[in-house]
Each structure stands twice: as C-alpha cells, then as structure tokens.
C-alpha cells in the first residue's frame, strides 16, 4: 500500500491551509519557472501525475489543452480537485498510485508534475512508463523537492539559542534511500536521490533533458514574506525538463 497521508484528517486540514493550497499556482513558490519550461498546451493530450487539487490540470485547459488527466492516490485531494474543476468532459481525474500508470503507448503529448516525485521509491521505474505513455517529441516536466533539501531525515535549519537561521546543513547526499521526515507535524516517508539519478534515470530511458532549474522565489515573494529572503541561501526545488527523442533500450 502506497503511502497516502493526505486522506488523514488532521494531514489534509493542515494541508489545506498552506499558501499554495489557498492561492493555487500563484501561491507557489516554484510556479514561475515551472510554467516558463510548459510547451504550448493547446490542443495537446496532457497528463498530471499527483495532481493533488487540480490545479495544473485547469491550468491545462485554459491554455486550451485537448484534454488532460489528472492522477492521484488522495481521495480527499481529488474530491476537491473535482469541486473546483467546471470543465468535467476534458479534465478526468483518477485515484491510484502515480507508480502504478498504465495508460496506452504514445498517449500524452504532454507529461507534467508538481513536487510528487519524492514520494516515489522507483524513479526509474515510473520514467519508464512515462516514456512508454508519451508521444515521441513530447515534454517530460516536474518538479521535486531538491535533493539538498531531503538529503537528512531533518529537513531544517540549522538555529542559534535565538532562533536565527545560521545554514543549511547537507549530509548523507550520496546515501540515496528512504528518509522518515517531518511535514506538517507528521511522520512522512520520503525517497531521496541525488541530482545526477534524475538525470541518468531520464537519459536511460530515453529522454534528452532540455533544462535543469533550482527556482529562486521572486523579489515579489521575497518582500512579501521575509523568510522568503533564505530561499536565496540554499534551493528548496529541482525542476526537470525532458524530451522523448528515441527508443528505450
């Protein structure tokens, strides 16, 4: 059994209430980079993998997308993903674990996801399958959480008797594995890898990576919210972009 917090009462509550959660695509902070890396979406076949609230998928539409697909293990993410979208005939949402995909060869033309993928235990497994659903020419982009950031099961600063941020501490980056963390006061498993896994998992498929970003929140975000300002000390996000350019081996 995957695993699915976000079904949790007490999880999904807490969920709800993070900015992006209520701003949507605006209030995240990578969202200005991720959407900078989307091809032209109109009248493409896109599919979204952890889709959670929908967000991307209405994002799909009206940019005039075919159709797109929403994934996702939470039956409480896509209730809500369901009560925001009007646009029921194009936008299909389906529950199940984004590692168990099985859709037809060349499907897509468009596969997206947002900061799901540390979740996953097989990475390559699951590009394999997206490689398998893509169109050849079409756009692999998601986005993870950095590498840095789920290195150590404790994923914060490092602070001084007051409080203040003195770094970023980075250990056991090599050691790729299972980290049992903390997010929004829970026990959550993550998987962590390093930056060049991404890559190699994606090359091996098949994949040509178009680009690699580590997002910046914006000066906008920054004058906002003052914490904002230690993003600019470390990345928080990794973002992929890929192409299927030729046969899996």
């Not at 009206?62 to 809500?80: C, I, P, R």
């Not at 925001?84 to 499907?107: G, H, N």
């Not at 600063?157 to 056991?172: A, C, K, S």
Request: aromatic residues 10%; charged residues 25%; negative net charge.
């Amino acid at each position: 059994m995957k695993q699915n917090k976000y079904d949790d009462p007490a999880f999904f509550s807490a969920y709800q209430q993070m900015n992006r959660s209520v701003k949507g695509l605006e209030g995240a902070g990578e969202w200005h980079v991720f959407k900078s890396l989307l091809p032209d979406l109109r009248d493409q076949h896109v599919l979204d993998l952890g889709c959670g609230f929908g967000w991307h998928c209405r994002y799909a539409r009206e940019q005039q997308a075919s159709s797109v697909v929403g994934v996702d293990l939470s039956e409480k993410m896509l209730q809500k993903a369901r009560e925001m979208t009007e646009d029921d005939l194009a936008v299909t949402y389906l529950q199940m674990p984004i590692e168990d995909i099985s859709f037809s060869p060349d499907q897509f033309d468009v596969v997206i996801s947002s900061l799901a993928f540390h979740y996953v235990k097989d990475f390559g497994e699951l590009c394999q399958k997206v490689y398998h659903c893509l169109k050849t020419g079409g756009t692999f982009l998601f986005s993870v959480e950095h590498p840095i950031f789920t290195a150590r099961a404790q994923q914060d600063w490092t602070v001084d008797e007051q409080g203040r941020r003195l770094h970023w501490p980075v250990d056991h980056y090599q050691e790729e594995g299972m980290r049992k963390t903390s997010f929004l006061a829970e026990n959550v498993i993550k998987y962590h890898r390093t930056i060049s896994t991404y890559m190699n998992d994606l090359i091996e498929q098949g994949f040509r990576i178009k680009a690699v970003q580590e997002p910046m929140p914006t000066e906008e975000m920054r004058k906002d919210d003052p914490l904002m300002q230690d993003e600019m000390r470390r990345p928080m996000f990794l973002i992929l972009s890929a192409e299927k350019v030729s046969p899996a081996t």
